[in-house]
């Protein structure tokens, strides 16, 4: 992704939904580097087939991997946000012989990508501020926006730095360093 996402109506190609996302491409150079800040695992695209509820993509995987014959995995989903920063989410899917299902329903999405996380972070309890439900409370492992451009940093640390933490890019594999669950990487 280039610098252009952010101009008024540039979107590089992409297709945002109404909440501002959109699925990044196994070939935007950009959002690829940015993922390997997080794990070096290849992401994958994932068919979503909306069975379980939202919000509760664990609980979704392990009930629906019994149903379609295969076993949860956990990693993350990623999405490209139209302000200039790719999100990796604490997500599970299920996985039946080589390909994944995503069973959590998304804001109507057909695919979403996943990538499996380098390591097992320990879950943690955190309190942040949804958008249309106010504060709210959940256990995660963490979760990471990661700036793809200096403007994307900006628009993270203003919109989100209250209720998340801030780490440098070096320091993101210090396990000691995620001290919430929603972490901006200062990368800019």
Not at 62 to 74: M, N, Q
Not at 90 to 96: A, K
Not at 105 to 122: E, I, N, W
Request: proline share 4%; glycine share 10%; hydrophobic share 40%.
């Amino acid at each position: 992704m280039s610098r252009r996402l952010l101009k008024k109506g540039a979107h590089n190609g992409y297709t945002f939904d109404g909440m501002g996302y959109a699925t990044p491409r196994l070939n935007d150079k950009a959002a690829m580097a940015a993922l390997q800040i997080v794990t070096k695992q290849a992401p994958v695209i994932a068919e979503v087939r909306p069975l379980g509820e939202e919000r509760f993509c664990h609980r979704n995987a392990a009930k629906f991997a019994l149903l379609l014959g295969g076993e949860p995995v956990r990693g993350y989903r990623v999405e490209l946000c139209v302000a200039g920063f790719l999100e990796a989410v604490d997500h599970s899917v299920v996985q039946v012989g080589d390909g994944l299902i995503d069973v959590t329903p998304y804001h109507g999405t057909r695919k979403s990508m996943f990538v499996r996380a380098d390591r097992d972070l320990p879950a943690m309890r955190d309190s942040y501020v949804h958008k249309y439900e106010g504060r709210q409370s959940c256990t995660s492992k963490p979760c990471f926006v990661i700036p793809l451009t200096c403007g994307g940093q900006r628009i993270a640390i203003e919109g989100m730095g209250s209720y998340s933490a801030l780490v440098e890019e070096a320091r993101l594999w210090d396990e000691g360093a995620l001290t919430r669950f929603n972490t901006i990487v200062v990368r800019f």
